[in-house]
């Protein structure tokens, strides 16, 4: 039996598919020839779980969207302290091949315009450019969970097409940004560009994004959570160049755009989503692709901004067993669910020493900042004279 969300995704692709407006890209040889009327889309859950409908077979160079694991890669390379003193994470505003420069210190406005991800590829570490793309690459087919190519013929275009990145890469060396030689990087950036994907590649290194770095299939953590949340919020503020303000508010996914018409929306701990039609809009993202994800956001609920409350149901009971209460916890518990547990506990407790037991069989996750809070409340109920037990049989506290 087909999957309803199949049937969803090719209705939506169907509808979508009479918007024609936007034009291919026409300033590389290769991405000009592209078919237009190309249309795919993917879905892939946290668990694992892909979904797909249309062209999902027809593969397509990166492009913008490697800059995305290109910073992560810079980020676990360097630190974030050390990226943000050559990278700001400000949007900027321009179309994504201007020279976007703090005035004062030459930084990038950030790591999504092609200045900032240029300085980014720069800062990879490796003794010459063949090392840095082979890393680079690495860290994609890790992302996407299998051994990914760079496609020759779109690297020879992108570099007949290369004078203004050129540019922007001499800009920055004369202002001390790059770490190594301005062609070198330029030469490497294109070759980033260059590696070929399809909708569902793209679609798992989203939904490896949004499981914080571990790769839904294998359960390989591939990058951490911090370098993560890092790019995740460059994306929301700055992913879709001078139409960010648009997206988030219309779409409100963290997202990455490429000028070959590929987009990519992350929604962190639930799916990765990925969109491939080669039309592009004045801002050079996909007009079918922004559509798309239009509607998956109203038809699903997606926007980020549409928050389900996370604490009220923290505690899914409290019982009476052998002298003891006990508080079954379930669902992920974060800041909001611990504050609920500690309310119900502090409500319930009696003026003398008791007995209370803490139940998390039932419960998903914990995060750092409950794991505190409730270790915080256990310490301070026993050293009241209270008979705690913590019954964490998946270790999650």
Partial sequence: MTSPITDYLEAV????????????????????????????????????????????????????????????LALADRGLDAVHRKIDVEPSGDAFNEISLERDTGRPRNALINAGAI?????????????????????????????????????????ESSDRNLALAHMLASVKVLECDAHEVVT???????????????????????????????????????????????????????????????????AKSGVSGAIIGVLPGQLGIAVHSPRLDDRGNSVRGVEVFERLSRDMDLHMMDIAPSGHSAVRRAREEDGRTVYELQGDIRFAGAENIMSRVLADLPDDPTRIGFELEPARAVNGAAVRLLGELIERLRSDGHDVEVDDPNGLM
């Fill in 13 to 72: 692709l169907r509808d979508c598919r009479d918007s024609d407006g936007g034009e291919v890209l026409t300033g590389n040889r290769i991405l000009s020839k592209a078919d237009p009327d190309v249309f795919s889309v993917a879905v892939v859950t946290v668990e694992g779980t892909v979904y797909c409908a249309g062209d999902v077979d027809s593969s397509f160079s990166i492009q913008s969207i490697s800059k995305a694991l290109t910073y992560a």
């Fill in 188 to 254: 490497g950036y294109a070759r980033q560009c260059s590696i070929d994907v399809t909708t569902p590649d793209l679609a798992m290194l989203a939904a490896t994004m949004a499981n914080g770095g571990v790769h839904p299939g294998s359960g390989d953590r591939v990058a951490t959570s911090a370098v993560v949340r890092q790019v995740l919020s460059t994306m929301t503020t700055c992913g879709m160049y001078d139409g960010t303000g648009d997206w988030i508010a219309n779409v409100g996914i963290p």
């Fill in 119 to 159: 300085a980014a590829h720069s800062l990879v570490e490796g003794r010459e450019v063949e090392h840095r793309v082979d890393r680079i690459l690495a860290l994609h087919s890790a992302f996407v969970g299998r051994d990914l190519s760079i496609d020759d013929d779109v690297f020879d275009a992108e570099m």
